[in-house]
């Protein structure tokens, strides 16, 4: 089983930025699309952005604009540089395969004035 850790979270204020980071040790993350998933507390979790092997981003739409998704297949990690945050992306974020995993703890944002 391929095991992702997250990490970065915070608590900013509304505006403010924060960085995460996926670390895995698997051996072969050079071949996966990856994601970046959140779960807001009573809330179902959901995609946040998705980056192919190759690089290439795509994001849901209450993000566009303001998060950027990056991964480096040599060191295994992927990153979602966050800006421009608001209350509603409080929540847990996740990272995994697009085609689903083993989820990890994951690392918890809070945005709050």
């Known amino acids: 089983q391929v095991r992702f850790v997250e990490s970065g979270g915070g608590s900013v204020q509304p505006g403010g930025s924060l960085r995460l980071s996926c670390a895995t040790s698997?051996?072969?993350?050079?071949?996966?699309?990856m994601g970046w998933y959140r779960q807001a507390p009573g809330k179902q979790r959901e995609f946040v952005a998705g980056?192919?092997?190759?690089?290439?981003?795509n994001y849901a739409d209450p993000v566009k604009g303001r998060f950027t998704i990056s991964r480096d297949n040599a060191k295994k990690a992927m990153w979602l540089q966050m800006n421009s945050l608001k209350p509603e992306d409080t929540a847990v974020y996740y990272c995994?395969?697009?085609?689903?995993?083993?989820w990890g703890q994951g690392t918890q944002v809070t945005v709050s004035s």
């Open positions: 698997g051996n072969i993350f050079s071949l996966y699309a």
């Open positions: 980056i192919t092997p190759g690089g290439n981003p």
């Open positions: 995994n395969k697009i085609a689903g995993g083993t």
